[in-house]
Structures are given as structure tokens and as C-alpha cells.
């Protein structure tokens, strides 16, 4: 080894000094790159002129700077072959032409050769660009013409192998400009031809080619993506110029009224979207609300078709560029039936006269708000009132009625008047009012009787209250109102005035005195009933008042007279028999009825038992024979009653007187001698038999005495005795005189009179003696009253 390093040590040495020798020639060798191991370079024999041998001995080296080359020296034949393949573009890298010098160093003696390889280029290597994709973002308002300069592509061979153009794909965009650059290269420029539309493409996908020189020649591409950047070109457009809706009224605060879109080819902001109204009036703006977002209208405040029919929104579409489109909604509002008709009162009477003809009530005019059918209206009013609807301009209805009204039958009438639509639902409106009838005079007041009878008890209390007459008038306030008066009475002679008065107000009778039955029985007058009316209205009413008669008068005997200057003696024959007639007690009592009915009765007799009474007629009778015991004079004490309650009675005294004697006419001798002889045995016999049928007895005599009646009337006639007509006598002595057995036995026993056995009955004054009136009494025994005439002659 060391032998080894001190000969190279030698060698490099005789190199360096050798140099000088054999460097005046060069030997220039060519080589392709990337030939293959074990390729012929050159001959060094043919070149060096030597020998095999020599060569050999020499020992021939090939040395190279830095060792670039990798030669092999084939020492048989002198061949220099590359070792390994040779990359120019690693050796030289872009130099041209690459050559590579070496020397070849030959010793015994040294000699150094000067030789140099150049290594020819061969296309190897394509186009390549450096990045895998070229992204250009170019906006869309960029003008045609500008050019965008491109990353150009590398290509490690040198000369025509080197790069020598590029191409693009076909684009309707694009065109490729290639521009040389100072170093020679060539620099790809993109130039637009077009106008970009993002909105028509995004993005534009090119390749670009590189191609470089060589045979064939090599390519490398690229992707250039262009993005087409957004500017805001579009404006928001709607999809419709104009929307219209129809929303029904009333429909609730919040619902949707229209939904309104807009679009904008833009995208991001550009494309960002915001709905507004525009030109918006307050109006619109409190009943409309826009959602900016969705384009949502909203409902603000409920529509209302009566104010408002329609309504025009202008909406506006902005994007985030500020451009912005517009459209116009029409809303229209839809009537729905939601107001009742209205009724409304131009003039309006509540007070009509009855009686009058038609008449006009009130005017009133109706209206509905609302449209179509929701505003026909139809009008009426109860049908059973005598009122009537006519309508006459438009809508205007005058009620009236069509017949008199009556106000004493209806004072009242309430009419409904009812306005209804025609919508769906029917919306109807009711509107009531009150018709008075204000009254007419035209009732008279009725009285609540047609005639009045009134009974009052005489003998009443002055201003006593007796009846009260009253009437009615149908009808109303001081038309009804009724005053009573007193008609003056038809017979003059009657005071009325005096008698009775009327409370005017209230109709009440009052009796003004006292009144007599005995003086004034009955009258007759009329009530008047006058209303306040105007003219005052009246009628009448016939009263008749029946004065009640009262137990007021006493009986007053009128024989034998109660003067007690002057007694009366009755004579009565000793003679007499039994149930002989002593005389008659005649009494009177004005009272009529049970008040005039009187009776008799003996209340003491100087000797009791002799004489009896009948209760009914006064007559005085013995009841035995008179004996010559029995004194002179008799006193008898009678009591005349009435039949009133209470009773009222009168007393009568009589004085009876025995005698003797008689005139022959009036002593009927033979009949007293057969009674006397009769008389003791008869006595008790008729004692007895009266009390045992003192009943049956009392029933016959009142048989009896009626019955004794109509004969003796009969008889009165038949005798012809009556000369005088019965209306001889006045017929007012009857009426005021009583009525009662007092004037028709009155009237009877004046007929009597007449007899030509009395021709002075009638002047008789009541003193003078008995005798003929006894005379007159046996022969008109029957008559029990005949002694009334004297009073009354
Ligand atoms: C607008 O509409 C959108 C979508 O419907 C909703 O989310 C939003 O809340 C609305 N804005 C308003 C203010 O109502
Ligand atoms: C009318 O109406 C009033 C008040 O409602 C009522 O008092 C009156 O009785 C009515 N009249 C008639 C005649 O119906
Ligand atoms: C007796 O009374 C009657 C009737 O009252 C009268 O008319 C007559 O004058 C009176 N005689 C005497 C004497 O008073």
C-alpha cells in the first residue's frame, strides 16, 4: 500500500510537469446522455497513435474534475466506453453545449493528453408547471382585453428541446398570449375576451398546455380554475309585478295577507334579500307589517271594509348591494255582512190624536254600511197594527197610520220596526217606539144606571148622605173629568133646590132637611154628568126618590073628641043586650103601612067585663045585660096603638050613660024583654063558649069583616045612595091625604051621606047629640067605619 501511494504521489507529479507537453491539442468526443453503460466514447489508440502493447505498458488513466464522468478504459483495445449513463441536464444543467473535460495520463513517459466529452441533449424531460392548479379569480365587470399572466411551465432540456409554446383548452372566454421575456422564455398570458357572467357561470375550467421542441416533442398541462367573482349586477326581482289578494274584513290582527318573493341572481350579500314597503302611507304602515326576512305581509289592525275597500302596497326587494326591484300587492278587502242595518229618525210623533186620519208618525231613513247583498235591506213592522210602512225616496220609510185610531179602545202601541239585510247571516236591527193616542172628547159620560131609585127613611138627619149617582166617561183626563149637577124638576112646585143637593165632584146625594113621608112621598128629578171636555159632553139620568114613611105620628082620635072641655057622653039604653054597640072609636094615624094599622084596647072600665073592645075596629060593645045594679055612669079608658116599632099610641076616654028611657024608635022593647030573660043563662053560656073558641071566633071575624066589606060595598050601590061622581072629589086629597083604609072609607061613607035619611050627615058638628048618628049606625050596622066622614066632610 504504500508502494501504491508513493507511485501516485510520483505520478501526480510528473502530471503537473508534463502538462506543458501535450496540452497544445485537444480531443473533442461527443456522447448523447442517457447512453447506455458500456458506450463507445472513443479509440485512444487510433487517437494517441499507439500500439496495444505500448498502451498496455503505459498504463493508460482517464481523469476527470470532480469525478463527473465515469469513463472505462479497455486496455485490450484502447476503447474509452462510459460506465454509467450520463444526465446532461445533471451535469450542465441548463449550459449549452455541456462538455465535460478529462485527461488521459500515459506513463513511461508521462504524458498527459487533453480531451474533452460533450454530452449531446436528448428531450428527456416535459414541460412541467410547478403547480397542480392554477386558481384566477377574476370578477365579472373585468373588460375584455385585460390579460392575466400565468405561472409558466419548466422544462430542464436545453435548446429546441426546451420549452417552446403552450396552448389552451377551446373557451368562449380565453385566449393565450405568449410574450417573450428577456431570458428568452416564453411567458403565457391570459387575455378575456368576454365579458364573465357569474350569474351565467361561476367558474371556468381551463387546461393549459406546455409543449416544449423536441421530436416528438413532450407536453405538460395544468388546470387553471377560474372563479368568477360576484359583484352585485343583479337587482332583487319579484316573481310577480303584481299580486293581488283579497282579504275578508274582520280577519284577525297577525293573519297573512300576501307572501311576496323576490329573487337576486347574486349570491352572498349581493344576493341577501330585505322586503320593505316603499312609499309606504301611515295608512298602510298601521295596518300592514312586512316581514323583511320572508316577505310575509301581516295584518296589523283588522280591515274594515265600510272605511276602506282596498289598499295598494308598493314592496321593495333590497339586497345587500343596495340594488333593489319592486312590485305592487293589491289588496282588496272583502265585504263581509258585519253591520247590522242602522235606523236613524228624521222627525218622529209619539202623540196622536185618536180620531184622526192617517197621520204621519215618523220618517226615518235606513242605511247599511255594507256592499251587495250585505246592504239590501227590507223593512216591516208588526203586522196586526193599524200603522203602516211606506217607503218613499230611497231607503227613506214614513210610518203612518191607515185608520182612525180609537184611544178608548188602544191608548198604547208600541211598533218594532225591523231592518234586515240581506247577507248571510241576515243582520237585522230592531228599533221600538211608543205611540200614544191622545185623547178626543168624544165620549159622553154614561151613567152606571139608566134611572136611579133611592129610599130614604124620613124624618133623616138634614145633610144626610142618600145615594150617590155616578157616571163614566171613557175617556181621558179632564175629557173624563165628571160634574154632577141638579136639572132644575119638570114640576115646578117642587123646591128642589131646597130639598137636595149634589156634590159635584163625586155625585153624592144629600138630602138638604128633614122629610116627610107625610107631607112628600115620592119625586122625581134628574142628574146631570158633564165632562171637561171641550166641547163638554153630557148626559142625564132620571132619579126618583122614595121617601120611606116612619112611625112618626101618634094615632089621633077623631071620635069621640079629646077636647076635655067638652066630654063626650055616649047613652046607652039599660035595655041593651048583649054585644049591643055602644059606639065606635074612629082614630086615625097619617103614617101609612103597619104604622097607620091601628088597634084598640081597653085599658080600664068603671066596670070591667061590662064592656069589651074589638081590637081592629074600635067598636065598643056590652058583653051582658045591663042590670039595675049597675051604676049610671061608666068612664072607660081606651088605647088606640099603632103597629109601628116602635109603637106609637093615643088614649081615649069615654064616659058611657045608663038612661032608661028611650025614644021608642030606638027601643026595640020586645027583643029587651026576651034578652032580659035570657040574659043570666045566656050570659054564661056565651062566656063559655067565646073562651073555648076564641081562636077559631078570631079567625072568622076577620073573614067575616072582609067579607061584610064587599057586601056592603056591593050594597052601598045597589041602593043608588051615591049620587056624586067619584071625581067630585079631589083627586090631590087622595094622593096627599094617604093612602089606607082612612080614604077609601072616606069615600064610602060620603056616599052614604047621601041617603035621604041623613040629608044633614055631612054638617053634623061633632057635639051635637048621638041620637041620629045612632039612628043611622043601627041601620048601617054593617059599617064599622062610617063615622070617619065627620073630620073630614
Ligand atoms: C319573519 O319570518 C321568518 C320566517 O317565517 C321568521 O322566522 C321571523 O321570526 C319573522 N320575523 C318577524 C319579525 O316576524
Ligand atoms: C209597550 O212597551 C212598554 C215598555 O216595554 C210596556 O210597558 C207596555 O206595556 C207596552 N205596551 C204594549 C201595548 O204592548
Ligand atoms: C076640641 O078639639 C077639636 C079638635 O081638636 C077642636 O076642633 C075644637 O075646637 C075643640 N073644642 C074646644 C072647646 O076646645
Redesign the pocket.
Known sequence: MEQILKKRQVLLFFVLLGIAQAGSTIRRYSVEEEAENGFFVANLLKDLGLEVEELAERGPRVISKGKKLNLEFNRQTGDLLLREKLDREELCGPAEPCVVPFQVLLGNPLEIFQAELQIRDINDHSPVFLDKKIILKISEITAPGTTFLIERAQDLDVGSNSLQTYSISPNFHFHLNLQDSPDGTVLPQLVLDKVLDREERSEIRLILTALDGGNPPRSGTVHILIEVLDINDNAPAFSKLRYEVQVPENSPVGSQVATVSAKDLDIGDNGQITYAFSQASEDIRKTFRM?A??G?ILLVKTLDFESIQAYTVYVQATDGGGLSGSSVVFVQVKDLNDNPPELTMSTFTNHIPENAPETVIAVFSVADPDSGDNGKMVCSIQEDLPFVLKPSVENLYTLMTNTALDRETRTQYNITITVSDMGTPRLTTQHTIAVYVSDINDNAPAFTQTSYTIFVRENNSPALHIGTISATDSDSGSNAHITYSLLPPQDPQLALNSLISINADNGQLFALRALDYEALQAFEFHVSAVDGGLPALSSQAPVRLVVLDDNDNAPFVLYPLQNASAPCTELLPRAAEPGYLVTKVVAVDRDSGQNAWLSFQLLKATEPGLFSVWAHNGEVRTTRLLGERDVLKHRLLLLVKDNGDPPRSASVTLHVLLVDGFSQPYLPLPEVARDAAQDENALTLYLVIALASVSSLFLLSLLLFVGVRLCRRDRATSLGGCSMPEGHFPGHLVDVGGAGTLSQSYQYEVCLSGDTRTPDFKFLKPIIPNFLLQNSERENDTNPSYRNSFEFS
Open positions: 316581514n326576512t320572508s310575509e
